[in-house]
């Protein structure tokens, strides 16, 4: 029996996947539709999906926003409030469908992040491989 091939992605500073964004619209994110986007994998976000504010804006998803913000806790105790809409991550070496997923920006702009952050809500539907030695990050 032939082994199956291995999906997995490299990483040099923390785990990532590779994905696409898909906006209400229909807009994917990236523009070259066989390229995908290597995103770092934050145990630390209880959410789905983290974008900066300006992607978040460039992809429309400021005009599905949901009225309310979405409370995290960190882990000093305070809270942290952040827009939410609803999008779909599409991840290209997967034959699976686009899942649907709540994306998130932060409400203020002092609290603003510079790249995208797929959270644990999201990583909690796939079993994954941390392999550290190799640096990758493989779906099992």
Same mark, same amino acid.
């Given at each position: 029996?032939?082994?199956?091939?291995?999906?997995?992605?490299?990483?040099?500073?923390?785990?990532?996947?590779?994905?696409?964004?898909?906006?209400?619209?229909?807009?994917?994110?990236?523009?070259?539709?066989?390229?995908?986007?290597?995103?770092?994998?934050?145990? $630390? !976000?209880?959410?789905?999906?983290? @974008? #900066?504010? +300006?992607?978040?804006?460039?992809?429309?998803?400021?005009?599905? *926003? =949901?009225?309310?913000?979405?409370?995290?806790?960190?882990?000093?105790?305070?809270?942290?409030?952040?827009?939410?809409?609803? $999008? !779909?991550?599409?991840?290209?070496? @997967? #034959?699976? +469908?686009?899942?649907?997923?709540?994306?998130?920006?932060?409400? *203020? =702009?002092?609290?603003?992040?510079?790249?995208?952050?797929?959270?644990?809500?999201?990583?909690?539907?796939?079993?994954?491989?941390?392999?550290?030695?190799?640096?990758?990050?493989?779906?099992?």
């Amino acid at each position: 029996m032939a082994d199956k091939e291995e999906i997995s992605w490299p990483y040099t500073n923390a785990p990532c996947l590779g994905i696409r964004l898909k906006a209400g619209d229909g807009e994917e994110y990236p523009l070259e539709l066989d390229n995908e986007e290597l995103v770092m994998i934050d145990t $630390g !976000y209880d959410g789905e999906l983290c @974008l #900066p504010r +300006d992607l978040y804006e460039k992809l429309g998803f400021n005009r599905w *926003e =949901e009225p309310e913000p979405d409370e995290f806790g960190q882990a000093d105790g305070s809270s942290i409030y952040m827009k939410a809409a609803r $999008g !779909y991550i599409l991840i290209p070496k @997967l #034959p699976l +469908d686009p899942f649907p997923v709540r994306i998130h920006t932060a409400d *203020e =702009e002092e609290q603003d992040i510079n790249e995208i952050v797929i959270g644990v809500k999201f990583i909690k539907r796939f079993k994954l491989l941390l392999d550290g030695p190799a640096t990758k990050v493989s779906v099992l």
